[in-house]
């Protein structure tokens, strides 16, 4: 894709697939600590960065997303690192733009909620613009075709991540999601398709959800949205089994321990893929051209999406096939062995 490709895809009403969750499939394959959640794999195994790149890509993914996120100065002072601040920024940068020329994508950077805004107290603020600043030079410098601004329960702060964007970002495009809690306002009490609105309104090419909710209570909001805002929406949501009762990730309850599923537990709580391609269904259907999945992504997942917006993924050659399965298939093609008791034991005859 040339760099006008993502401004010339959006205003055209074309859909883009975008793949998140690198911090959750991190954290799940042993390389990422839970808690801390910082990015720490860049540096130290730079190789499956780029793998899972690469992956997401042959999955379906329109973009590659720098793995920044969570990889900012309050993060890394939290846990002892801040000197690491830019080396990992670059190198995820670096990692995402080799990934993004050799397979002809798009390359996006990416800053995220700093942890430390406070509504109240306009001292944070500076210190937060400050934060969102240093990225978004850092993401520029390595030729970014857009923006992410990401998971950003306060309006205000994803107000102050756009501004930031615009100042600093020299033109390049901004999107910019919101993550919504268990009501339906933002943290700063706004309704979510009145922020989205405003972020439209000033200056974001693409403005939505990510985060936090998973698909059967993600919808409802971007139905809203939808009606709302008039140019490009997005939407991200976990792959997690979020319900009014319990409408994000964070509020889940496991059925055994009846505790807090976040983070533990959370993977007894995986969406099926059946609900994975409702969802996608849903957005396609409601007009949703920024796409994609964030928290518990994985390939398998991203894979249905793509499929659903009709996008070609190199993946789709192994889609499943169970006409091929020598107990779900047609069994007028099997060997004339066939055991048909096995079947039954397994209830598929």
Not at 74 to 82: H, M
Not at 177 to 184: Q, S
Not at 207 to 223: E, F, W, Y
Not at 270 to 293: H, K, M, N, Q, T
Request: proline share 5%; hydrophobic share 40%; charged share 25%.
């Amino acid at each position: 894709m040339d760099k006008d490709s993502f401004q010339n895809l959006m205003k055209n009403g074309k859909s883009l697939l975008v793949a998140e969750g690198y911090l959750f499939e991190f954290e799940r394959r042993g390389y990422l600590k839970a808690g801390a959640f910082v990015p720490e794999v860049v540096l130290e195994h730079p190789e499956l960065v780029k793998q899972l790149h690469e992956e997401f890509v042959h999955a379906g993914s329109d973009v590659v997303l720098a793995f920044t996120y969570y990889g900012h100065r309050e993060k890394l002072r939290l846990i002892g690192k801040e000197h690491l601040l830019e080396v990992m920024n670059r190198k995820a940068l670096s990692i995402a733009s080799e990934v993004a020329k050799a397979t002809g994508t798009l390359l996006a950077g990416n800053i995220c909620n700093t942890t430390i805004y406070r509504r109240n107290d306009p001292d944070t603020w500076q210190v937060v613009r400050d934060m969102f600043k240093e990225q978004v030079i850092w993401a520029l410098e390595a030729g970014v075709d857009f923006i992410v601004g990401e998971t950003f329960g306060e309006f205000g702060e994803a107000m102050l991540a756009l501004e930031s964007i615009k100042e600093s970002g020299e033109g390049i495009p901004a999107v910019i999601t919101l993550a919504a809690p268990g009501n339906e306002t933002t943290m700063d009490g706004i309704p979510f398709d009145e922020a989205c609105r405003r972020l439209e309104e000033a200056g974001a090419a693409v403005v939505g959800l990510n985060c936090a909710r998973g698909p059967k209570s993600i919808v409802p909001l971007m139905v809203k949205i939808r009606e709302t805002c008039k140019g490009p929406i997005a939407c991200l949501p976990v792959t997690y089994r979020t319900n009014n009762e319990y409408p994000t990730m964070q509020s889940l309850i496991d059925p055994d321990t009846k505790k807090q599923a976040f983070p533990y537990d959370l993977p007894a709580q995986c969406c099926s893929r059946s609900e994975i391609e409702e969802f996608a269904r849903e957005c396609r259907d409601l007009g949703v051209e920024y796409i994609g999945l964030c928290c518990g992504n994985c390939s398998h997942y991203l894979r249905i999406v793509a499929e659903v917006y009709g996008h070609h993924a190199p993946a789709s050659k192994f889609s499943p096939d169970m006409s091929q399965h020598f107990m779900y298939g047609d069994k007028t093609k099997f060997h004339q062995y066939f055991h048909e008791e096995t079947a039954r034991a397994f209830k598929c005859a």
